[in-house]
């Protein structure tokens, strides 16, 4: 069974017309989070760490809204506008995620909406 989730308390709202997550069997997709503030919908942080912080806030509120935790995330994908910032964002990355590590892509793209530099999102396991 198919359920889909429009917006999500605590969470920024769809920047377009799309289900910020998908929850479908036991799997929660997530759209990509950027990194929003919730109250003004204005981008945060000048760099690529501040930004993937709080992108990976947002996906955080969103996949423990919808009853999961990040040790269930499964898959992620981070979107870079620039890949020479990886590092950086790796370091990010791994105050979230500890082992055992979700399987992740991270490519660079050409632009990202709002200007962010980051975009993240994930597939997890449901608490159900």
Do not use: H, W
């Not at 929660?28 to 109250?39: H, M, N, W």
């Not at 996906?59 to 499964?74: P, Q």
């Not at 632009?111 to 159900?128: F, S, T």
Request: proline share 4%.
């Amino acid at each position: 069974m198919k359920e889909t989730f429009g917006s999500v308390e605590g969470a920024p709202i769809a920047v377009g017309p799309y289900s910020i997550a998908v929850s479908a069997g036991n799997l929660l997709y997530t759209s990509g989070q950027l990194p929003i503030d919730v109250e003004t919908g204005n981008i945060i942080g000048e760099t690529a760490a501040i930004q993937a912080k709080y992108s990976l806030e947002n996906l955080k509120t969103v996949i423990e809204k919808l009853g999961s935790d990040m040790k269930n995330v499964i898959k992620v994908t981070i979107f870079m506008t620039d890949i020479g910032c990886f590092s950086e964002v790796n370091d990010v990355y791994a105050e979230y995620f500890k082992e055992s590590y979700p399987a992740r892509s991270c490519v660079e793209v050409s632009n990202l909406p709002k200007g962010a530099q980051i975009e993240i999102e994930a597939i997890a396991l449901m608490n159900k």
